[in-house]
């Protein structure tokens, strides 16, 4: 459990629930999700002596699910945004120990920089002057940003903390973002290495299962970032009647409505980017076919070629292999000389013509 007081001019960082809530300012309580199933019920009444509110029912439940896709909901007292990150590193919680991280290697086959991407969810609970997240319990952007803003105390950067819950809200879910846009060149370059495999003629692609997981992966990644897009979409459509009740002041509206628009930009240089990729491995696997197709029918084709030079000097040979005692030529002193050039004349005349034809060599 990390609690942050926000004010205009300070952060500072507790370890306990907090009593009030800031004069001029918010609190970000952060939670990670086993931690927060275990508490809840302080949680429950902390948030009740804050905001006069308590989370609901269902909206709990969405909140310790593991496997929620992105998506919004809201009531008249807070907004809850579901946003599932797309985070390097596989890990799992301990439930014996909450808050624990228990590190279990991943079977899954495929480039090792898609096993290396998390997708597990992140909740924002967006009260009036209360954020409240649920995080994984290894999630390196809680643990980031929340070192950005305790460094930024004794910098000159004060003027760019957060200025409401909501402005908070969405920076974190950007740097979540962009921790995947971190990870497109690594990712490119490793489809990058299994198109090449593919499309080499010397050596034969075996590890199909593999690619198949890799492409199977890619598609998950796609429909993520389909629901995160819909998911900051329907926030973004809401954040009129959002800052109405939060009482924010039209500079605060726009500047929330500027970094709702920048969210959205680059969740959809995400989802491009993941599409591009998607698209590249089918197009690796066609090509493989067709070039293993056009290999096929190169061999075939020197195969047809090599029986229709050899088809007329089987057909001599077998003709004076005829058993009869009046045979033609049968005992011409120099028959077999004769024989032997005109199979030469008959297999160099073969060969040349196949050779206009272009059917011997490359095309």
């Keep these: 459990m990390r609690v942050f007081k926000l004010t205009q001019n300070s952060v500072t960082e507790t370890d306990t629930l907090p009593e009030q809530l800031p004069e001029n300012g918010f609190l970000w309580m952060a939670f990670a999700r086993r931690e927060f199933e275990v508490i809840q019920q302080n949680i429950q009444n902390t948030l009740e002596r ?15 699910n593991n496997q929620l896709p992105s998506h919004y909901d809201f009531t008249s007292d807070y907004d809850l945004l579901v946003f599932r990150r797309l985070a390097s590193g596989q890990s799992e919680t301990d439930l014996k120990e909450p808050g624990a991280i228990l590190h279990r290697s991943s079977n899954k086959s495929g480039p090792p920089v898609l096993r290396k991407v ?23 952007v809680r643990d980031g940003f929340a070192l950005r803003l305790l460094n ?13 819950p909501a402005d908070l809200m969405l920076r974190i879910v950007s740097q979540m973002v962009d921790g995947y846009l ?5 990712l490119t370059r490793e489809l990058d290495h299994w198109q090449s495999e593919l499309l080499n003629p010397r050596t034969r692609f075996k590890d199909w299962s593999a690619l198949l997981d890799a492409r199977l992966s890619l598609h998950l990644l796609d429909e993520i970032s389909e629901d995160q897009r819909s998911a900051v979409q329907e926030w973004t459509d809401s954040l009129e009647t959002f800052a109405k009740e939060a009482e924010n002041t ?24 993941v599409r591009r990729l998607e698209q590249s491995a089918e197009t690796a696997v066609q ?24 088809l007329p000097l089987n057909l001599i040979t077998g003709f004076f292999g005829m058993n009869f005692e009046t045979f033609p030529y049968i005992h011409y002193e120099n028959g077999i ?27």
Excluded at 121 to 138: K, N, Q, R, W
């Design 118 to 140: 998390d997708t597990s969810p992140v909740a924002f609970v967006i009260f009036g002057s209360v954020l409240l997240t649920v995080h994984p319990t290894d999630c390196s």
């Design 50 to 64: 804050l905001c006069n509110t308590q989370i609901v029912d269902l909206h709990i439940a969405d909140i310790l």
């Design 250 to 273: 039209p500079k605060e509206l726009e500047l929330l409505k500027v970094r709702s628009r920048d969210v959205l930009e680059h969740i959809e240089r995400v989802v491009h980017h």
């Design 182 to 186: 971190n990870l497109r060149r690594e």
């Design 152 to 164: 930024s105390v004794s910098s000159t950067s004060l003027h760019r903390l957060p200025i409401n």
């Design 337 to 363: 000389f004769w024989t032997i050039f005109f199979m030469f004349f008959i297999s160099l005349g073969s060969v040349f013509f196949f050779w206009r034809k272009k059917y011997l060599g490359a095309n």
């Design 287 to 310: 090509m493989h076919f067709s070039a293993q197709s056009n290999r096929t029918n190169d061999i075939m084709r020197t195969l047809t070629v090599l029986t229709a030079i050899f």
